[in-house]
């Protein structure tokens, strides 16, 4: 695949990953669990004021 780094491969076990940017990138299969956090879940939406 195209990167900014240019070209890089993927292999199967490994990741593809887009960053805030929308570039895409190759993370080994090994690699990705210790670089990268889980999501969040969002914060619960306060409940409306009963009136």
């Known amino acids: 695949m195209r990167t ?14 887009r960053d805030p940017a929308g570039e ?3 993370v080994l299969g090994s690699v990705f669990p210790r670089r990268l956090e889980k999501p969040t879940e ?5 409940e409306p004021d009963e009136a």
Do not use: L, T, Y
């Open 42 to 46: 969002p914060d619960p939406e306060p």
């Open 24 to 26: 895409f990138f190759p």
């Open 4 to 17: 900014p780094e240019g070209m890089q491969r993927a292999r199967i076990g490994d990741w593809v990953v």
